[in-house]
């Protein structure tokens, strides 16, 4: 029998073992998760940060004499602390103490500024904030929240820690859908907006990775010295769910608190690396790096922006240097953690991957709320057991985010694409990604990319749409190839006949300009908002002809 729908056919799940979404998901903290995972593993080297190898065994020590400390300070079950740290094992630490004492660890983010993060800690009323020492404006935080302060690392941390010596070990049950972990959107649309998940974002993304058993079995990990490098920061839901992840598969995690391409090369190259966990920007870099030995290295994860062209060059470049890894570019936003994974990627045919086994993903019609078949395009939107409880006092958002299908919760993920007969779910851009067409229908920038990177000669582009004359029209910039000699007039208009020849009209590119590179924000996502501001240099009109 053919079902017409994904979300009733879940085709995916023929590629895992028999009975993979059947699997149970855990009831316990995650406290609880990576002790119960790791308590016979207790003297391999949990994280690794700078010159420091910490075990297992001083890893619980320490999350247990952080909660002891929380606990000193008057911190008990419903409470949120806020933390501000970069990917350091006190931020490890503090994450799970809170989650075994039953409170919530606001994730703050170093995207957000100042204000944000002094208005973020008084509104959640938080009962404690913890703080780098290196932070650009500590002393305008300090002064402007009234609550008790941790400066860490140091003395500041330090006595934190001795203060709770005499306090009572408390560990709080699980209790489904509580608030214990919020993180924020990154603010590429707007302000950046607070989400609350409960511990099941934690739990139940490695849940699903092992039911689908996607890493070897923990004996093996501890065999093959499985290390891991992530450089997502922990503030965000993929830094945080990686860092569970690794830890319940007895791997080494090492912690970065530098997010620099540089810091990433070093440690690749130094550290003898099994998997890799980045943004596209820092493998592109790795390509130019002069890195020669990386045959310890067996899996690169790619987040935020595809690889396009650059996937090849990649892989090229891991093979020169004697890696066989592959690329995976899982799906997933900040409201749902990860909901689809390819451990294999097909270059050629790029796509994220399968719904893990206990995640739907489907395509809906976003005007009649109606689910899409295979391969039909429309907003793809996820039912999963890690989806958000929801946006920081935000009933608005929550209502434009949450919708109900056949009795399913849905998240709207955002973006546009589509499901295959096979499960595969491929993801082409953003809703927002458009520009006006006639008679109001919406043209699609990532159409029009898709159509310029057909051109040998260019290495990656962006599509944007620019005001011009009153009218908003698509634009492309582009970087060509480093071995392209030719002249970029002529590649120009070769482009603007192939995009002429296949897109309609209104979805031609009014111009084109060509870069050498592009700007990236903290999070090392390219700053298309910034292109919006750049009105010369443009191939245009009878340049064009």
């Not at 402007?144 to 709080?172: E, L, R, T, Y």
């Not at 980045?278 to 045959?295: I, K, P």
């Not at 006092?393 to 546009?416: C, M, Q, S």
């Not at 809703?431 to 000669?457: Q, S, T």
Request: charged share 25%; net charge positive.
């Amino acid at each position: 029998m053919v079902f017409m729908k994904p979300s009733t056919g879940k085709p995916w799940l023929r590629y895992y073992p028999e009975g993979a979404d059947k699997v149970p998901l855990p009831q316990v903290t995650a406290y609880q998760g990576i002790w119960d995972a790791s308590k016979h593993y207790m003297k391999k080297v949990a994280l690794e940060y700078r010159n420091l190898k910490i075990t297992y065994k001083e890893v619980f020590k320490n999350i247990d004499a952080t909660a002891k400390a929380f606990t000193k300070q008057g911190v008990v079950a419903g409470d949120v602390v806020s933390i501000l740290l970069p990917n350091m094992p006190e931020t490890v630490y503090c994450m799970y103490a809170l989650n075994k004492i039953g409170a919530c660890a606001n994730m703050l983010g170093f995207n957000l500024t100042t204000e944000q993060t002094i208005e973020t800690v008084k509104s959640t009323k938080s009962k404690v904030l913890v703080i780098f020492d290196d932070f650009p404006e500590l002393k305008k935080v300090i002064s402007a929240v009234n609550i008790k302060i941790i400066v860490a690392p140091g003395k500041g941390w330090d006595d934190f820690i001795g203060s709770g010596a005499d306090a009572p070990a408390i560990h709080v049950p699980f209790k489904p859908k509580t608030a214990a972990i919020m993180v924020y959107s990154s603010g590429s649309t707007g302000a950046p907006k607070a989400i609350v998940h409960g511990t099941e974002v934690l739990l139940y993304s490695t849940a699903q990775y092992k039911a689908i058993k996607l890493f070897p079995h923990r004996f093996l990990m501890h065999l093959i010295k499985f290390k891991a490098l992530n450089m997502l920061p922990l503030f965000t839901v993929g830094g945080l769910s990686s860092i569970n992840i690794y830890l319940t598969m007895g791997a080494t995690a090492i912690l970065e608190p530098e997010y620099s391409s540089d810091a990433f090369i070093s440690h690749l190259k130094n550290k003898k690396i099994t998997q890799a966990l980045a943004t596209r920007a820092f493998y592109t870099e790795l390509v130019q790096s002069g890195v020669t030995d990386l045959s310890k290295l067996r899996a690169l994860v790619v987040t935020g922006d595809d690889p396009e062209k650059e996937e090849q060059d990649i892989l090229d470049y891991l093979k020169k240097c004697g890696s066989a890894a592959k690329i995976s570019v899982p799906f997933g936003t900040s409201e749902s953690a990860n909901v689809a994974y390819n451990s294999r990627r097909d270059p050629k045919r790029q796509g994220a991957g399968k719904p893990l086994s206990h995640s739907i993903v489907s395509a809906f019609d976003p005007d009649t709320n109606e689910e899409l078949g295979y391969n039909e395009r429309g907003e793809l939107r996820v039912a999963t057991p890690c989806l958000m409880l929801g946006y920081f006092n935000n009933p608005k958002a929550d209502k434009d985010f949450f919708r109900e299908h056949d009795g399913l919760t849905w998240g709207r993920t955002g973006d546009i694409g589509y499901v295959t007969k096979e499960g595969d779910v491929f993801v082409e851009g953003r809703a927002c990604d458009f520009v006006p067409g006639k008679n109001g229908r919406k043209v699609y920038l990532f159409d029009i990319k898709k159509v310029v990177l057909e051109d040998a000669d260019v290495k990656s582009c962006e599509v944007i749409g620019l005001e011009v004359k009153g009218k908003t029209v698509p634009v492309v910039h582009l970087l060509l190839d480093n071995s392209c000699m030719k002249p970029h007039k002529e590649i120009i208009k070769r482009i603007h006949k192939n995009c002429t020849d296949k897109l309609s009209p209104d979805a031609v590119p009014y111009g084109y300009k060509i870069r050498e590179s592009f700007d990236l924000l903290l999070s090392k996502k390219r700053d298309t908002q910034s292109l919006k501001k750049e009105r010369d240099g443009y191939f245009t009109g009878g340049e064009l002809a």
